[in-house]
Every structure is written in C-alpha cells, then in structure tokens.
C-alpha cells in the first residue's frame, strides 16, 4: 500500500500525521509526506527551493517535524522505515569462503518527505498519479468549512479529481461509528480492507450501507450485501447492514455524518458516483464533524 500525506504548515496537517502514523503500523504502507510551496519564492523571483527558500519558510521545517512526529509512532527496535545496523557477521562470499563483513539492512518501508513547486490542488495529484499512490490522506481546518489557511478549497478539490481513495482528516475526535455506502456489485478487494483497517483503527462499529431503487429490488440488493456482511463477519467484525433507497440518501448521509466517520465508494462505474455529484461531496466534506473516506 502506498499512502500520501498531503500537509501544509498548520495544525491539522499534525493531527493528519498521527493518523498516518497509526494506519501505517497496522498496514506497513510506504509513505510519502509532501508539501507544496508556491513557484514564486518569498522575494517574489521564480527559484529553486534550495537557492531561495531554504529553511526560511515555516513549510519545509513543518515537514521535518511532522516526520518526526510519525516516526515517534514506532518504537526503535520495530520501526520500519529507520535503517539498522547490525555490525560485523560472518558472510559465505563463495562456498566454503566466509568473510566477516559490516551488514547494515536498510529500512523495510519507504517514508519520504517531499517538496513540489506549483498549485498545492495540481502538484498533489500529479504526485499521487506518478507514483501510483493508493491512498490520499489530507486534513483541513474545521472551523472554516475545511478549509486549507489560505483558501481555495484545496481538500474538496483534491477529492473530486483524485483518480485513488482520499480520506479527509477532522480534528482528533473519537470515531465510535463508520458507515459506509458500497456500490454491493462493483466495490473493490481494497476499498474492503480500508474499511476493514479504519474500523481496526478507530476501535469503532461498522454500519454498511445498501444502495437499492425500489421495492422490487431489495431482495437481490439483500442478497448481494450478504456476501460483504460474510467478509466481514470472517475478519472478526460484525456490522450492522442496512438498505437505503437512493431517493433517500442524501437526508440519509447528511444524518449520518452528524454521528461518525462517512465512507462511500466513489468508483468510475458506481452507482454513487452518478446520483452523489461532486458539489454534494463538497458539502459533506465542509459540514461533516468527521472525518470523510472517499474510496476508489
């Protein structure tokens, strides 16, 4: 799995890290923390970063210490992402030959801390699309409607044009709920785990939801999220199951995003993706108290 980490210098960009951190140990993701600066630097000329911004600005600071901050997650002995060295061994160079030689093991899973030039929205996706990254993971500023400081509706945009899964971080409140709406015929083997370690994350329950239009299809929406209701239980999880006629659900989502973390399965040819367009997302990633899954 591979996890980006969208931050700027701001609080929420810290309490985005922790949560990082803690899906990183349950699932050894690589990881890449990266911060945008704008291409103009402070004096107003068009630069290199190293020639001009240096250490001055509050961002590339913010980035070693949000590092830091994610790897006091790990203890030393375990941590997967620091290099250890092992000293001198004994080494079969060829057969029957063995040489004592210095063995350093090199870290077992990639964290980056990264810098792209440009509009914070553009460098974010083109750097989860040339890397490939499975998961984007950004916070935002509750009090202001998430907000990114400096405006633009850097989240939301990120959601509705990311091509992976994007989780919008709130501020650090207790998740006791995830209520996730799948598409029951298309959603991916992935999508299934990201539930399955958010809820491990959280300590929380797992309400699934069902997406059905008409009496007359209920039985085969039934049926079908019976398969997902079996997946689960065989993980050791037991989640409640509910069917919501389409009608419905945006009432729906607007409650249930009061009471717990929402997720709901954005893919190219699901059923929520044509009935639950980019403006509705938008208003439930600035008005949800928590935090949002947008899965791929």
């Known amino acids: 799995m591979k996890i980006l980490v969208a931050v700027d210098q701001n609080p929420y960009s810290a309490n985005t890290t922790n949560v990082v951190a803690k899906l990183a140990a349950n699932t050894w993701a690589n990881v890449t923390i990266l911060g945008v600066l704008p291409r103009r630097s402070p004096t107003g000329k068009v630069a290199a970063i190293s020639e001009e911004w240096n250490m001055e600005h509050p961002l590339p600071k913010a980035l070693l210490e949000y590092q830091e901050r994610f790897l006091r997650h790990f203890r030393k002995d375990e941590c997967p992402y620091t290099q250890r060295d092992f000293g001198y061994q004994l080494i079969e160079v060829k057969k029957g030959v063995w040489d004592e030689l210095y063995v350093a093991k090199s870290a077992r899973k990639d964290l980056k801390v990264r810098i792209r030039l440009g509009n914070p929205v553009k460098e974010i996706l083109a750097e989860a699309q040339e890397e490939e990254m499975d998961l984007i993971v950004i916070g935002c500023d509750h009090s202001r409607g998430c907000e990114w400081k400096g405006g633009g509706g850097v989240p939301q945009k990120v959601v509705n044009e990311a091509t992976c899964s994007v989780l919008v971080t709130k501020e650090e409140k207790k998740v006791d709920k995830i209520v996730c709406c799948l598409d029951h015929d298309l959603v991916s083997q992935q999508s299934l785990e990201m539930i399955n370690q958010m809820v491990t994350l959280h300590k929380a329950k797992l309400e699934i939801i069902g997406l059905t239009e008409g009496e007359e299809l209920k039985a085969e929406v039934e049926r079908k999220m019976d398969a997902i209701l079996r997946y689960y239980t065989a993980r050791g ?32 040819r699901s059923m929520l993706e044509k009935v639950f367009p980019k403006a509705k997302v938008s208003k439930l990633i600035k008005g949800s108290e928590y935090s949002v899954l947008i899965l791929r």
């Open 237 to 268: 999880l037991e989640p409640w199951i509910e069917i919501v006629e389409l009608a419905s659900l945006d009432a729906f989502i607007s409650q249930e995003a009061r009471w717990g973390l929402m997720a709901l399965w954005m893919g190219k």
